[in-house]
């Protein structure tokens, strides 16, 4: 099974920067593709970016377009969101995820890191 850890959450200031890294580890099948999603009080699991194994297929949701980047880094086998401008509205709990379908349902999911944000 593969196993996701998210890193990097905090609480920090309006217009400030994080940067959430995910650890992927455990006997699976490769990974074809990662993401980002988020979760705030209250509200549904919404998307946020993703990420082929090749570092291509890159989306973001709008509303973190031109804030947000996703990267991969397949020697250690991590993704990472760099977080800029960031405002109230993106403070949920971050959760990554992975798949090693081209199509289908997000397959792997890690537990969380909280960021949040004050204005």
């Known amino acids: 099974q593969v196993q996701l850890v998210e890193s990097g959450g905090a609480l920090v200031q309006a217009g400030g920067s994080l940067r959430l890294s995910c650890a992927a580890s455990?006997?699976?099948?490769?990974?074809?593709?990662e993401g980002w999603f988020r979760q705030a009080p209250g509200k549904e699991r919404d998307f946020v970016a993703q990420?082929?194994?090749?570092?291509?297929?890159?989306n973001y949701v709008d509303s973190v377009k031109s804030r947000f980047t996703i990267s991969k880094d397949n020697t250690k086998d991590t993704v990472s969101l760099q977080m800029n401008s960031l405002k109230p509205e993106d403070t949920a709990v971050y959760y990554c995820?992975?798949?090693?379908?081209?199509?289908?349902?997000?397959?792997?999911w890690g537990q969380g890191t909280q960021v949040t944000v004050s204005s």
């Open positions: 995820a992975a798949t090693p379908r081209l199509l289908g349902s997000w397959d792997y």
């Open positions: 990420i082929t194994w090749y570092g291509g297929g890159i």
């Open positions: 455990g006997r699976a099948l490769r990974i074809y593709k």
